[in-house]
């Protein structure tokens, strides 16, 4: 799935003068141009680039450099390849013809277009990725992506055979699948971690209201003690996780499939949380 990404070079005239704000538009770009490498995505710039204000800003900027500062510049420096402005022209034409089979976007300072194809933020970027996770035809091709697009989250190996269990074919459910990994991995810890003290009930409901979906632990105690899983800690043994956290899809219906999760543990995967079953309802 790796995306070729171009630095949006009209946006890189500053908007603004505010130092916090420049500040935060340097963290947000190298945010989202370390994850990009980090997926193996592609980084490029042109000439153009060096004509803008910001990129006049950056390379003349020596008091007081942020650590963000420094990092930004060494990143366009030695990992943007150069390109002619020939290929620049076509992404813009293929994103104002919403040809989008070359899997180009780009990375933009100072735009307010709406669509995700002008990256702006960290989410922009991972929403692209969701699109063309959206576009794969099989499980195992679904399951090679699906950490770079939900990077907060962690699958446990159990995923791949549960989503054998869908009481339809993941074709049919792939849409509604995302769609539920997109909001756990973009708000539920930040609910969680807010309203925890106030209960499963606040987090449903705050849940709800932010994504739609209904989000809730089991109700029958029993049935909860069997949503347990194995999981490496860091301190290299094996903790056993109760993942009864669950959605619904609702695509036909009411129906028995449902996404089973835990919120997390510091030991396990960075804090990730957990991802345990996609699939037929867990008797």
């Known amino acids: 799935m790796n995306l070729s ?6 946006s890189f005239h500053f908007q603004s003068e505010d130092d916090n704000d420049i500040k935060q538009k340097v963290k947000d770009l190298s945010y989202i141009v370390e994850d990009a490498l980090s997926a193996g995505d592609s980084f490029y710039k042109t000439s153009l680039f060096y004509e803008s204000s910001f990129c006049l800003w950056l390379w003349t900027k020596t008091r007081g450099m942020d650590d963000e500062v420094i990092l930004l ?4 420096e030695k990992k943007a390849h150069t390109v002619e402005l020939q290929e620049y022209d076509e992404v813009k034409l293929d994103i104002e013809t919403s040809n989008f089979s070359n899997k180009r976007a780009f990375i933009s300072m100072y735009n307010d277009n ?7 933020n960290i989410n922009k970027l991972w929403m692209v990725r969701r699109y063309y996770l959206n576009q794969v035809s099989n499980i195992d091709e679904f399951l090679k992506y699906v950490e770079i ?16 269990t869908l009481t339809h074919p993941f074709m049919d459910y792939k849409d509604e699948i995302i769609r539920h990994l997109a909001a756990i991995n973009d708000y539920f810890m930040q609910i969680f971690t807010e309203y925890e003290g106030q209960g499963y009930r606040a987090i449903k409901d705050q849940f709800r209201l932010k994504t739609g979906i209904d989000c809730a632990p089991e109700t029958d105690r029993d049935v909860a003690r069997r949503r347990e899983y194995y999981f ?25 499939d449902r996404l089973y999760f835990h919120q997390g543990k510091e ?3 960075n804090g990730k949380i957990l991802i345990a ?3 037929d309802h867990l008797q």
């Open 267 to 269: 030991n396990i995967q």
């Open 5 to 10: 990404l171009y630095l949006e070079s009209e």
């Open 149 to 164: 697009c939900f990077p907060n989250l962690y699958f446990h190996p159990t995923v791949r055979s549960s989503l054998r």
């Open 114 to 120: 709406p669509l995700i194809w002008y990256i702006t």
């Open 232 to 256: 490496d800690t860091v301190e290299g043994r094996k903790e056993k996780v109760r993942c009864e956290l669950h959605t619904k899809f609702s695509t036909f219906g009411k129906n028995k």
């Open 277 to 279: 079953h996609i699939g």
């Open 73 to 76: 510049r060494k990143l366009i």
